[in-house]
């Protein structure tokens, strides 16, 4: 099972929106709404900031936002702020009953 | 509060195994799955395998099978991963997480070193 595709690196400045695509198979991402997205700030275990494609756990703020299409997965981050800089992964259930990840995506608020 | 608690880090020779375990709390621990991901030094995330912890039902990623064991005693609230013939591109901390809501609660992860 390969990884899914992010792009390595996204940057933008407070307050501005970016966009962090999750690039699949019709075998994970476009099979199911199973895709998840993590945050993870240096040293620390990953945090779930969206489930089931396009979900909020409680307490997640609403800047963020998920969506699909086809085999590619997209998380939103709108009114980008200094806390936002960490790496985000995305994940997904497979028709095999397994999870692949994405490599993962470095945000830099400028 | 769902808490998932690690056991500590740990040192091991080429060939070795190694036992990690993941104490649940806070929950309902039959009622869920238990995930098992690893994260080599810098990079990202691997899925080894999961177990439905109310009836031990395992699967795990092709490229663990057969090193990996994942069990669990419902009477301790303890999930374990075992990884077996450990060569130095093992090291890397690994986590366990609860399957709810995606991994919507995980353990403080477990550094697991692999040297000679």
């Known amino acids: 099972q390969s990884a899914l595709t992010q792009p390595a690196s996204v940057s933008g400045s407070p307050g501005q929106s970016i966009t962090i695509s999750c690039t699949g198979t019709s075998s994970d991402v476009g099979a199911y709404n199973f895709v998840s997205w993590y945050k993870q700030d240096p040293g620390k275990a990953p945090k779930v900031m969206i489930y089931d494609v396009s979900n909020r756990p409680s307490g997640i703020s609403n800047r963020f936002s998920g969506s699909k299409s086809g085999n590619t997965a997209s998380l939103s981050i709108s009114g980008l702020q200094a806390e936002d800089e960490a790496d985000y992964y995305c994940?997904?259930?497979?028709?095999?009953?397994?999870?692949?990840f994405g490599g993962g995506t470095k945000l830099t608020v400028l | 509060q769902v808490q998932l608690v690690q056991s500590g880090a740990e040192v091991r020779m080429p060939g070795d195994s190694v036992k990690v375990s993941c104490k649940a709390s806070?929950?309902?621990?039959?009622?869920?799955?238990m995930y098992w991901v690893r994260q080599a030094p810098g990079q990202g995330f691997e899925w080894m395998g999961w177990i439905n912890a109310a009836n031990g039902y395992t699967k795990y990623s092709e490229k663990f099978q057969g090193r990996v064991t994942i069990t669990r005693d419902t009477s301790a609230t303890t999930a374990y991963m075992e990884l077996s013939s450990l060569i130095p591109e093992d090291t890397g901390v690994y986590y366990c997480?609860?399957?709810?809501?995606?991994?919507?609660?995980w353990g403080q992860g477990t550094l697991v070193t692999v040297s000679s």
């Open positions: 997480a609860r399957n709810y809501n995606g991994l919507g609660a």
């Open positions: 806070g929950y309902t621990f039959s009622l869920y799955e």
């Open positions: 994940s997904s259930y497979t028709t095999s009953s397994t999870v692949v």
